[in-house]
């Protein structure tokens, strides 16, 4: 079966790095 | 309830998410505010981007994370889709088809905005100001000193008037502390000699005051340079555009500073000479009170009660090596006069007693507290 | 020094009226779902029933979400193998949609999510 419809888990769930935004990543 | 789930086999990366907080949502709500996306600096990519509504300026900071996030929205498809039986669910009901995948959010950080004041020049009252053209000045009005800015509109004008700004033919600059001096000192006499109330002075008769029997064409006190005078050294009446009250102690301190530069940068002053010196360099007959104490983060005290001029720019910007220079320039310090020198470098938000005491002694004589060092 | 006026025309009659999102879906009819892990879903199209079109987009049915709204517990079936259990989350802070159109260089606020649908655990096999 070549359609491949699939959820690869994560152990664990990493959300704390922060930055500054640049004007040109809200258009990218 | 059953939903089909979808997926567009391209997928828009022009979506992102904004963190909401209580006084975003409630600008939101609000038919008549604005928002904005600014960013400072001049170069595309220099400064960090804001938010701003008329009043408050939010950071945004960019939160990434390690999950999949998809943004899904309702519709009905044209062909019926085939059932999956597979589950044994109910039918579904509807059919949401993902649009968008984003990994990170923006978080909104209510920080204060600053005025952008890089190619805002400072202007001495020179008659040669602006240039005919204009082309030597990058901000070429407050739209433009606004829209540089990182900062809303409020902030941006609030901090201006504080700094003594103005504008020239249009043109934004900074008046400098003499020219301004200047024109607190003859708006002051102007203002007396026509018996203008202090508490209510309109612009239009204060410009008219100062400018009775001048010269116009070496006039530098245009009604801009007034209004300036006024902004900095009065408060707005409310529900009135135009007129101002003139506040007094933050005029007399002005003077004061100014004579404490002059009649105490080399050499200190017993403090009733120095009085006499401070209301000397007033207008005549100016009803202005003047105390010691309201110069308080301008002097010193290098032996006994004399004074001697202290600017906390030539301090160091380092809290420990401040101390010892405060120290060494005077042993001992009462409390109060040492925290208005050391009190911008309390980042934390301490209370200032306690803040202090990090870095010196306190002991307590008499009903004072006096500062020295550990 | 570059700026952007947020329009929120769509969002007006939303906001004046007081409605928001109260369940899976806003009231303008979008949906935030979030899996912890990775979901791989086909890019190319195939001659096959999953695969639809829908005006101008081609699409890929991935999967089936049902909700018991009594109890806000979620199960997603991925595929045919798996099954992911998870709820109905609300959002500590509500999040903005916002389109950032390059071609024109407007920006819109879109809608407001209130809840999230979340899937946290391990999937489990469908037997």
């Not at chain 2, 952008?116 to 020179?126: C, E, K, R």
């Not at chain 2, 000397?280 to 032996?303: C, K, N, Q, V």
């Not at chain 3, 209130?114 to 469908?126: A, E, G, M, N, W």
Request: net charge neutral; charged share 25%.
């Amino acid at each position: 079966d070549e359609i491949r419809i699939w959820v690869r888990y994560k152990e664990g769930f990493s959300d704390a790095v922060r930055k500054n935004v640049a004007w040109s990543s809200l258009w990218s | 309830m059953s939903l089909n789930l979808h997926e567009r086999l391209s997928t828009d990366g022009s979506f992102r998410l904004l963190h909401l907080t209580p006084e975003l949502l409630e600008v939101l709500k609000d038919s008549n505010s604005k928002l904005q996306f600014k960013a400072a600096g001049n170069d595309e990519d220099d400064g960090d981007v804001v938010l701003c509504s008329r009043d408050k300026t939010w950071l945004l900071r960019q939160k990434n994370h390690s999950n999949t996030v998809m943004l899904m929205h309702e519709f009905t498809p044209e062909q019926e889709t085939s059932l999956e039986t597979t589950f044994g669910l109910p039918n579904p009901t509807s059919d949401f088809a993902g649009f968008a995948r984003t990994t990170f959010e923006y978080e909104t950080k209510k920080v204060s905005g600053i005025i952008n004041l890089d190619s805002v020049p400072v202007h001495n009252g020179s008659l040669d100001f602006p240039p005919a053209d204009g082309q030597d000045l990058p901000v070429k009005s407050m739209d433009d000193l606004l829209a540089s800015s990182a900062c809303s509109e409020k902030e941006c004008l609030s901090q201006w008037n504080q700094l003594g700004g103005c504008t020239v033919k249009g043109y934004p600059c900074i008046l400098s502390s003499d020219f301004l001096s200047k024109a607190l000192h003859v708006t002051l006499m102007s203002a007396m000699a026509e018996s203008l109330d202090f508490s209510r002075l309109k612009l239009d008769e204060t410009f008219d005051a100062v400018n009775k029997d001048m010269d116009q064409d070496s006039n530098p006190y245009t009604r801009e340079v007034i209004k300036t005078t006024l902004e900095k050294y009065g408060k707005r009446v409310k529900d009135d555009d135009d007129c101002w009250q003139l506040d007094q102690k933050k005029v007399a301190e002005w003077y004061g500073i100014r004579a404490l530069r002059k009649y105490a940068s080399q050499s200190s002053i017993p403090p009733a000479e120095f009085l006499i010196k401070w209301k000397s360099t007033f207008p005549p007959y100016a009803p202005f009170d003047i105390e010691i104490e309201m110069l308080r983060g301008w002097f010193f005290r290098p032996t006994g009660s004399n004074l001697q001029y202290l600017s906390k720019n030539t301090l160091p910007s380092d809290i420990k090596e401040r101390f010892k220079m405060l120290f060494k320039l005077q042993s001992q310090w009462d409390m109060d006069d040492i925290a208005p020198f050391v009190e911008e470098l309390n980042t934390k938000g301490l209370k200032i007693d306690v803040f202090i005491m990090k870095y010196a002694r306190k002991r307590r004589v008499g009903k004072k507290f006096i500062i020295s060092s550990r | 020094m570059p700026s952007v006026n947020v329009s929120k025309r769509q969002l007006q009659t939303l906001l004046q009226s007081d409605q928001h999102q109260t369940s899976v879906s806003t009231p303008l009819g979008n949906m935030m779902l979030e899996i912890q892990g990775d979901l791989e879903v086909p890019r190319q199209w195939h001659e096959d029933q999953r695969f639809t079109t829908d005006g101008e987009h081609q699409m890929v049915r991935w999967g089936l979400l049902h909700i018991d709204t009594a109890r806000n517990n979620a199960t997603l079936f991925v595929g045919r193998k798996q099954r992911l259990l998870g709820s109905l989350v609300k959002l500590d802070t509500p999040l903005g949609l916002i389109k950032f159109n390059q071609q024109d260089g407007t920006v819109e606020m879109q809608d407001v999510f209130h809840y999230k649908v979340l899937f946290k655990s391990r999937p489990l096999p469908i037997m």
